[in-house]
C-alpha cells in the first residue's frame, strides 16, 4: 500500500485535513497484525498464489436513491462483488427491500457512526437515550470523526453497532461482513476492540488488511502512529483479511478516469485486493449532495464499460466477495483470542 492511496481516499471523501488524519489512520491501523511469511490471505484461503483477487466493492449504499440505483444494477450486472450500506440513513431501507430479491449478494453493514453532511443528518439506531455520547444536540450522530473520537465509549459504540446490524437483519438484509464508514471505528483502539469483537461474536468478518512489516515501515516513515496495543489487537483478530485496500482516482475527464481504473487494476500485485467504488446515478439532488458527484457517476459508467467488463475478466483477475472468502476460511484456524469479549 503507498500513502497516495492513502491521500486518494481523503479527497474522495473531502474531509478537513484533522479528519482525514484520523479516517486514514483508521483504515491503517485496522490492519497492523505483522505477518510471520509472505503468504497472502488469498493463498491462506486457497486462491492460486499468482492471482490478483479482486472485490469490487459499492460503498455509501443506502445514502441516497441514486447510489441504490446504480449498486443494484452493477451487482446485477456482475461487476461489482460485494457493497456495503448504511443503516442510520434515509435510503436503507429502500436498499434492503430491493436485497431480499437477490438473497445471494454479498451485502455488509457499514457501521456508520458519524453523520457528516451539513444539511443531510442521519440519527443513531439506538434510542438516543443509550448512546447519548454518540449524538449532538439535535440528536444527530457525530458529524465529524474527530467529534465522535472525542465522545464517544466503548459501551455505546457497542450498543450502536449491535442496533445497526439488528436492524438490517430485521429489513431482511443478513450482513455478510461489517465496514467501517470513514474508518471512525479505527480513530481509538478501545473502540476499535469493539468493532473486531463485534464481527467474531457474529462470525461475520470485518473489512481489514494485513500489512507486512515493510508496509507498516512504509506508513511510520510518512507520519502514521502505530499504536501498540492496536497492533496487539488486530494481531490476534482471525478472521479473513484483505491484502490491500484502493481507491478509484479523481480525474477530469471520463477517459482519464477509465483509464487510471485500468491502470489500478494493471499494477495489482497478487492477493486479496478489494477496490472501492461509490457509484451513483446522475440527479439534481446528487449534485446538490455531493460536490465530487460526477466522480460517482463516471465510476457507475465506468464498471458497465466493455472495455473494463473485459479486464476484469482476464486471466490474471480472479473476482471474490467477503461471502465466498469466509466459505474458504477453516474455522480450525480461528483459535486466537482478540483480548475483548463481549456480553
Not at 458519524?114 to 438516543?128: L, V
Not at 459501551?155 to 453497532?161: D, F, K, L, M, S
Amino acid at each position: 500500500m503507498k500513502t497516495n492511496r492513502m491521500l486518494s481516499f481523503a479527497t474522495h471523501k473531502q474531509l478537513s485535513q484533522t479528519i482525514h488524519t484520523i479516517a486514514l489512520i483508521g483504515i491503517v491501523v485496522c490492519c497492523l497484525p505483522s505477518r510471520a511469511n509472505a503468504e497472502t490471505w488469498a493463498e491462506k484461503l486457497g486462491y492460486p498464489a499468482d492471482k490478483k483477487v479482486v472485490v469490487v466493492y459499492a460503498t455509501q449504499m443506502g445514502v441516497c436513491h441514486e447510489a441504490n440505483v446504480a449498486g443494484h444494477e452493477l451487482l446485477k450486472l456482475g461487476t461489482v462483488q460485494s457493497a456495503t450500506a448504511m443503516p442510520p440513513c434515509p435510503w436503507f431501507g429502500d436498499f434492503a427491500a430491493s436485497c431480499r430479491a437477490n438473497p445471494s449478494a454479498d451485502i455488509g453493514v457499514a457501521i456508520t457512526l458519524t453523520s457528516e453532511k451539513k444539511n443531510y443528518r442521519w440519527r443513531p439506531i439506538a434510542p438516543a437515550s443509550e448512546v447519548t455520547r454518540l449524538v449532538d444536540a439535535n440528536g444527530y450522530l457525530a458529524q465529524s470523526v474527530m467529534q465522535f473520537t472525542y465522545n464517544a465509549t466503548p459501551e455505546q459504540v457497542e450498543t450502536e453497532i449491535e442496533a445497526q446490524i439488528a436492524h438490517a437483519k430485521k429489513l431482511g438484509l443478513n450482513p455478510t461482513h461489517i465496514s467501517p464508514h470513514l474508518g471512525a471505528v479505527f480513530a481509538r483502539p478501545d473502540v476499535m476492540a469493539v468493532y473486531l469483537a463485534t464481527a467474531r461474536k457474529h462470525w461475520i468478518p470485518a473489512v481489514v488488511i494485513e500489512l507486512t512489516p515493510e508496509m507498516i515501515a512504509e506508513f511510520r516513515t510518512a507520519g502514521i502512529p502505530l499504536d501498540p496495543e492496536t497492533i496487539d489487537l488486530v494481531e490476534r483478530y482471525p478472521l479473513p483479511k484483505l491484502d490491500d485496500l484502493r481507491f478509484t482516482e479523481p480525474a477530469d475527464t471520463y477517459d482519464e478516469k477509465k483509464a487510471g481504473f485500468l491502470n489500478l487494476l494493471n499494477e495489482l500485485e497478487p492477493g486479496i485486493t478489494q477496490v472501492m467504488v461509490f457509484p451513483a446515478k446522475k440527479s439534481k439532488a446528487l449534485q446538490v449532495l455531493y460536490p465530487n458527484w460526477q466522480q460517482r457517476v463516471w465510476e457507475a459508467k465506468l464498471l458497465a464499460d466493455p472495455e473494463v467488463l473485459e479486464a476484469l475478466r482476464s486471466d490474471e483477475i480472479m473476482l471474490t466477495n467477503w461471502k465466498e472468502m469466509m466459505s474458504r476460511f477453516d474455522p480450525t484456524a480461528a483459535d486466537a483470542d482478540d483480548g475483548v469479549t463481549l456480553d
